[in-house]
């Protein structure tokens, strides 16, 4: 068969100039970052149940008869407080699940009076199940205690230190900070495409933002490790024509990873239903934001910042290229 | 680099065992897997909260409990304090927020005010607690108002933590812990966990304390009721052993100053449980230990005394042994107990009911599809892109991958949450990564003029450089996120190096060691892959 397998269609050789536009790509970058930052304070992070907590009750109906988790859900959903969650449980006097229980988790939006919103919940099931005993009504605290939010916090800044420093023992100081620079670009305009979209922030979401990250660092690795072998091999060459040329090389590698990753991730966020298309669709945008990363700000950084390689006069000697370079 | 060698296969050959004895479990029915022999591996994956249920317990923090206890330590410092320094008391009476030392003789007033300051100076924060002098002969020693207002919420606060620890330690398993109320804590596990097991894990407050025995006065006398002011009774944990031990209160060192419980074996080869101190808590067991030669000590687990050996001499290094009749059993559960911390205040099970599944039957629907037809849109691109022969090479890793991945996460007994299930799909979607590496280089090789054979060592051997670079940044990350990330975070970090591991050995061994088997069989002349 002609054109199969269909890599024989891509390209062997491109020649985008990808410097050329660096620096537009700079300035959309730094104004896309500095917007997402200040989104992330006003409006703000649309804080879920996992973080800021809520009030919860107990539905129950005499037992034999059934309360329909999805009218339920349905209901408390129409009331517009946010995440909502309802789990049938067992009835509080036999332990027999028997589907005539139900607890349901709801946020109190900020400013608002609890016990109103726990009479609207209550008046809003009723409406759409009949009549069902309320109990148990109390405030629930945040799945992410301070201690584990501080942890994390402290687990992933020390992370990005590392391998920082990984990057530079491999490669030199100056691909290290690109490479940081790009995964905290990623970072911070995932968290504008949360805010923006009024995606929920939960724990599910910080699994993302875990994912981005480390999609983000990969990429770039792959793209520096090019870059670090053509300034081996062609001593004379601008740094600006060997960026281009690594970039280049690694194109056809950098697009079909990327195409599978999104078009998996477009297959979860169409066919997965509510449950999974925020986290879909926050790491799909992280993933072409990492790819755009490695090209445009990683790269750059290191024009902008230079290399130590053999001058053009002295091509014969021998360039030195970090601690670990291999021969 | 293309050549079929010996190690290679076998290797692959490993990690294929390996990856079926440990994924296996998880076919069998649970009567199946309690029949396996021993030596075989039986904990299985999990399916998480959101997907299947699980159980659900309510547990109330016995805050009045905890402000008796610690009251009762405010008494017992006041105690101590004054009687080393040679103070006379008359009474110590209790108020709802400290306690009232009466003195013998008020001319001690200056002596005994000190050195109840010096108690505030040494308590852990320096703040929580003051003394003040009422009348010529009182003294009040009592926590702060901060203090008694936020007890409460800072038990149930830590007491989360301590449960975690103790509960997930890995992070993998998706167990819930939240505060309900003021001092409610609700748990849900997910699927088949054993509610009873929880419970004796919860059940237990892990309080460990090494006190004096009291030699100079009878054990029987005080069972008779005449307890001397600064001794206890406690029973004893064996029951081949006394069954009263009489102790002096005061407490030498306690659990918050152990660094790490392990299980170790004595001198008779039997199973023992090891620790050691932080550098205060040796120090002070080593004084301790200096001043008692030849005497007893007790070590007291939540008010039981587990052992009471002689103190043959000085124990300066801050590291011990307990000597118990532990099975293995027992004894790594109580190293988890004691690792974990000890819990501020005993937990009560109000309530232990069954829960169902967090999301709705759609949505788990919804969730099985798509992640089906993700990994369907892996594998099929995949062989459009490369061909049958080198994009079916790939689907093989990702298989063996998928194998390996399961068998890990079996291994440590983690669950898998429906975004969890998505994740998984993306690291397949990402661990083609080192395939497309190593095919493009050999691309590369091959319009760079050079043979096929020449071409695809040459691709071996450049890509492996630039996936080892990649795949260690991002392992270097996720060990440090399992050291110091705790509860969600550890588990991410658990899984993500997981999958880099088990990727970066399927994709790559299996694309060497087949298509050096092609290479040797088919003898092409030309590379598929390429134009």
Known sequence: MRGWPLIKLLPQKTNFHFVKYARYAAIVSVILCVASIVACFVPGLNMGIDFRGGASLEVSKPAGQVVNLEEVRGAVSGLDLGDVGVQGIARRDNNIDDGSTAIVRFQVPDGRDQTVVVNQVEAAITQATGEVTYS????????????????????????????FLYIWFRFEPQFGFGAVAGLLHDVVLTFGLIVVFKLEFSLTMVAAILTVIGYSMNDTVVVFDRLRENLRKYKTMPLRDVIDL??????????????????????????????????????????????????????????????????????AKPIKLGMASRP | MIHLSRWKVILL??????????????????????????????????????LQGGSYLLLEVDVPAMRAARLNNLAEDAR?????????????????????????????????????????????????????????????????????NSMASDAVTQSIEVVRRRLDSTGTKEISITRQGADRIVVQAPGQSDPAELERLIGQTAQLTFQMVDVENSIQEALNGSVPPDSEVLPGADPRGPAFYLVKRRILVSGENLTKAEVTQDQNQRTAIGFRFDGAGARRFGEATAANIGKPFAIILDGKVISAPSIRSAITGGSGVIEGNYSIQEASEMVNLLNGGALPAPLKVEERRTVSAELGEDAVSAGALSTAIGFGIIVLFMILAYGMLFGGISVIGLVLNGLLIVACMSLVGAALTLPGIAGLILTFAVAVDANVLIYERMRDEARAGRSVIASMDAGFSKAMATIIDANVTTLVAAAIMFVFGAGPVRGFAWTLGIGVFTSVLSSVLVAQVLLAFWLKTAKPKKLPIAE
């Open chain 1, 136 to 163: 148990g009504v109390s405030v629930v605290g945040s799945k992410v205690s301070g201690e584990l939010f501080q942890s994390g916090l402290l687990a992933l800044g020390s992370a990005i230190v590392l391998m």
């Open chain 1, 246 to 315: 690594s970039l280049n090389e690694t194109l056809s590698r950098t697009i079909i990873t990327g195409v599978t990753a999104v078009m998996v991730l477009a297959a979860l966020a169409v066919f997965g239903g509510e449950a999974l298309f925020g986290f879909s669709i926050a790491l799909m945008f992280g993933i072409i934001i990492g790819t755009y990363s490695s090209i445009y700000v990683g790269a750059p950084i290191i024009l902008l910042w230079g290399v130590k390689r053999g001058g053009a006069a002295d091509d």
């Open chain 2, 80 to 148: 101590t304090v004054l009687a080393e320094a040679s103070i006379g008391v008359s009474t110590i009476s209790r108020q709802s927020d400290g306690v009232i030392v009466t003195l013998a003789d008020p001319s001690q007033m200056e002596q005994a005010q000190a050195a109840m300051r010096a108690l505030v100076v040494n308590s852990p924060t320096g703040t929580d607690r003051l003394v003040q002098r009422q009348g010529s002969d009182r003294l009040r020693y009592a926590f702060t108002e901060a203090t008694m």
């Open chain 2, 13 to 50: 050959a490993l990690s294929v065992v390996f990856g079926l004895l440990f994924a296996a479990p998880n076919m069998l029915s649970p009567a199946q897997r309690d029949a396996l022999p021993g030596w075989l591996p039986k904990s299985i994956l999990n399916l998480g909260l959101d």
